[in-house]
């Protein structure tokens, strides 16, 4: 990896990054509350990694792509209508807009570009799908970010919602580099919205409804 | 492959119907549209079998799909087979078709796919129920893909991977064997007091129950049920 990509891959994979990661748990606080035991944390994980991250991984990446090529406003609106379609759940999707918020500021003060609408809203996966045109972050590094953000989401938030060694969560993120690896192979080629993968997750998107209809919480989604 | 094309016109709707590996026989016909049966004409669902069934509703016209009984995919010793619905709906359009349930018994692969063509303004009500294994079996491998697009934009695309390692994952079905969901496409239907339901971004909703039996969940035959009004079929 060229040095440029590493610092960029860094920054943007940091959770000091002020986009407001730490009001998600990736799912993990319906999911532990509907019964998920906290030995099956793991594999809770990875089946993101298979499922919904794919989608949101496609979505940066088509998005990043056509942005690349001289993509227009409404490109990216055919991204974004690809992505509602393939995440059936209304809280799962107001989430990431709300996430994407964040990062339009982002995107807006380090990466700005002329004709930049300061009131132009888009969903989470396409607004870092631009960040990575703007910035120069490449294909690859644009999934494994996706992935390997939504493994340490569910690591950190783990550490809030149940009593455990820091040093036994971060071993979760690492282990699961292959599966990151996996994702990024799988999505890094795609140009075009139609070819975004739908692989749903429906008990995680249940959670995610059930969450929304809840009063204490400690995070969002 | 099995059709069943059906158009509006004076006096009595036009229908073809081809059988393949399901036989449609027309119950009903009205001059917009018609209700049709779908009767398996040999044992179903097995290694090796493919089965197709399209289907196309012209402008303005109906069609309500009858199945007469459910399908079991039976072991097959691991031989896939697929079960392919397409559905083109002209403008304004209207199809129900609420199946039986697909039961996937061990031993057997499914491939099954749904791809349905929205013209603006029509409407589809589908329920779909899976099952993973009869009595005492975890079930088999299934592959669930669906496409909607209304007036040429994605309006729900779902790729389920359910074979039994990925099914277990937490997250995906885990320990439940039944999938059931009644689809809304075309328009926001009204809430029923039972089950999970999701607005899609675009027109349409569904109610899906995930659990242990298929009697248990009552949101999508609800939903089946009252959405059926909003499609004003005869």
């Known amino acids: 990896m060229d040095a440029s990509q590493s610092v960029l891959l860094a920054l943007l994979a940091d959770a000091r990054l002020p986009t407001g990661a730490h009001t998600q748990s990736a799912g993990l606080e319906p999911a532990l509350r509907s019964g998920l035991p906290a030995a099956s944390v793991p594999a809770y994980l990875a089946a993101r990694l298979r499922t919904v991250c794919v989608v949101e991984a496609g979505t940066a990446v088509v998005a990043r792509h056509l942005s690349l090529a001289g993509g227009r406003a409404r490109d990216l609106v055919a991204v974004e209508t690809a992505w509602a379609a393939r995440t059936p759940s209304p809280a799962l999707r107001a989430n990431a807009r709300m996430l994407g918020r964040g990062y ?105 409804q059930d969450h929304d209809h809840t009063t204490e919480r400690l995070f969002r989604a | 492959m099995s059709t069943i094309a059906v158009a509006p016109a004076p006096g009595r709707a036009r229908c073809r119907l081809v059988a393949g590996a399901l036989s449609p026989r027309v119950l009903h016909a009205d001059d917009g549209g018609a209700r049709v049966a779908l009767v398996a004409t040999g044992a179903l669902l097995l290694g090796g079998d493919e089965v197709r069934i399209d289907v196309e509703v012209a402008p303005g016209g109906w069609l309500e799909v009858v199945e007469t009984a459910g399908t079991v995919a039976y072991d097959a010793g691991g031989t896939p087979s ?143 049920t009252s959405w059926r009004a909003d499609l004003d079929l005869p």
């Open chain 2, 82 to 224: 697929g079960w392919h619905v397409r559905a083109r709906l002209g403008e304004g359009a209207r199809l129900s078709w609420c199946g039986l349930p697909l039961v996937v018994a061990d031993g057997a692969h499914v491939r099954r796919s749904t791809e349905l063509t929205l013209a603006a303004r029509a409407r589809a009500l589908l329920r779909e129920t899976l099952v993973f294994g009869r009595v005492g079996e975890t079930g088999g491998v299934l592959r669930a893909v669906t496409r909607a697009t209304l007036d040429g934009a994605d309006l729900l695309v779902e790729d389920l991977d359910l074979g039994p390692a990925a099914r277990r994952s937490p997250g995906v079905l885990g320990e439940r064997r039944v999938l059931d969901t009644t689809l809304a496409l075309g328009w926001r239907p009204v809430e029923v007091p039972a089950g999970h339901r999701y607005d899609l971004d675009g027109p349409g909703a569904f109610v899906r129950y995930l659990g242990a039996d298929t009697h248990s969940g009552t949101g999508p035959a609800l939903a089946a």
């Open chain 1, 104 to 208: 339009v500021r982002l995107l807006h003060r380090l990466w700005p570009a002329a004709g930049d609408d300061p009131r132009w809203r888009a969903t989470r996966p396409v607004v870092l799908g631009l960040i990575a045109a703007r910035s120069g972050l490449d294909a690859v590094n644009t999934a494994r970010l996706v992935g390997y953000d939504d493994a340490q989401t569910v690591a950190a938030a783990m550490l809030k919602l149940a009593p455990l060694d820091p040093l036994v969560t971060t071993s979760w993120v690492l282990a699961a580099r292959p599966l990151i690896e996996a994702l990024a192979d799988r999505v890094a080629h795609l140009t075009r919205p139609g070819e975004i993968p739908a692989c749903g997750a429906p008990l995680i998107e249940q959670w995610a």
